[in-house]
């Protein structure tokens, strides 16, 4: 009987571990290799996305329904579309907030804001994509965890770390720094 295990990557001399670059990565995408399945390249390596459940896509319609109007013409709100942030990380995170620009040749490289909206990926979310998007200068990353029901905003990116944290909870309104007039109801994204 076959018995499949995990990878125990303890074992193995991280010298022997080639990561995936960005440019190969988009070569796979652009051959055709990953049709049918969701995946994003985190430093280095293809990572499955977990599927999406009801509190999830309601948060994020949510979100797209507010951000869109009030940026229109002042920057580009994508929804689960690749981030170019680093030559070994290709997020594709829930919301990006990014410079108006073309970007029919390339994946945006910057962006002003990223929202995460996470229930089974958390810890992905807050401790990976935290320190990718950290690392690449988005100067603000919110992760909406449905679970506890919260927000936490992380700005100051500074050596690839965000250095300063704030937790906020339905009841709350909150803007990002970038645009301090968008208004974000959080009772309207969180779960009841």
Known sequence: MYVHSVLDTSRIAPERFRPIRRSEYDRMVDLGLFDGERVELLQGV???????????????????????????????????????????????????VVPLGDYSRSHPSSANWVIEVADSSIQKDRYVKSEIYAAAGVPEYWLVDLMERTVEVRTAPSGGRYTHLTTHRAGETLSPAAFPDVKIDLGEILPS
Do not use: K
């Open 46 to 96: 293809l990572v499955q996305m977990s599927p999406q459940g009801a509190a999830h896509a309601h948060a994020v319609r949510r979100l797209m329904a507010t951000l869109v109007p009030v940026l229109a013409g002042r920057a580009i709100v994508q929804a689960q579309l690749p981030l170019a942030a680093s030559e070994e990380s290709v997020p594709e995170p829930d919301l990006a």
